[in-house]
């Protein structure tokens, strides 16, 4: 298996743009999860699916994200408008059984708002 | 409310010693514990997953432990070796999905 794959691995915008991250799961997995990492705050949980269906999106900074899982094998994390200070790295991990399994993680998309 | 500490911060150790990763939690009431390794600009890479029930858990030089009872896990890395160096994470999950991260340990190993 390829493992999870992120596109774009890196990512430079202007603020006010709307930026997509994409995220494939490991196929059979049915927990996704999508997390933020910044050198001050560490990793934040964003969002959790299971089965499709968002199940946690508590983490969400605010209404200018959002996450859909359309099918099994394909996740979106959309920011409109972005603003400086979501430059961070954005990780998708995929899971087969919640998070009583072990997490694999994405390599990440790196992103930067000027 | 757990909260996941990971000390020391940072560690400088020369190749081919044995060297002892900690990891501490506040709540003993775990699903599990995971460690990762990440390395820089990469993704992080499961190395061990313990179960709640378990004590331990080995995978090549490395072995992993857990005693719930003090709140307390391990990382042993036997015979280090350049390619050892990164960033090791420890998280423990004591619901059906939330993580609570630690801040992760900074390992360099010196040739």
């Known amino acids: 298996d390829a493992g999870v794959i992120q596109s774009p691995r890196h990512e430079v915008t202007e603020m006010g743009q709307e930026v997509t991250l994409r995220c494939k799961p490991i196929s059979g997995h049915n927990s996704l999860f999508w997390y933020r990492q910044t050198m001050m705050r560490g990793l934040e949980l964003l969002i959790y699916f299971n089965n499709n269906v968002p199940i946690d999106d508590s983490g969400m900074p605010e209404d200018r994200f959002s996450a859909k899982m359309p099918n099994a094998s394909f996740s979106t994390l959309k920011i409109q408008p972005s603003e400086p200070r979501d430059s961070a790295v954005y990780f998708c991990?995929?899971?087969?059984?919640?998070?009583?399994?072990?997490?694999?993680f994405g390599e990440g998309s790196r992103l930067t708002v000027l | 409310k757990q909260e996941v500490t990971q000390i020391p911060a940072a560690l400088s150790v020369p190749e081919g010693e044995n060297l002892v990763l900690n990891c501490s939690f506040t709540d003993s009431a775990i699903y599990n514990l995971q460690w990762f390794r990440q390395d820089p600009g990469k993704g992080l890479t499961s190395l061990l997953l313990i179960q709640s029930s378990q004590r331990e858990q080995t995978s090549g030089r490395l072995n992993a432990s857990l005693d719930k009872s003090s709140g307390r896990s391990t990382l042993y890395i036997a015979a280090s070796q350049p390619g050892d160096s990164a960033t090791y994470l420890c998280?423990?999950?004591?619901?059906?999905?939330?993580?609570?991260w630690g801040a992760g340990t900074k390992l360099i190993i010196k040739p």
């Open positions: 991990a995929s899971s087969l059984e919640s998070a009583t399994g072990e997490l694999f």
């Open positions: 998280a423990v999950s004591n619901s059906n999905y939330q993580l609570i």
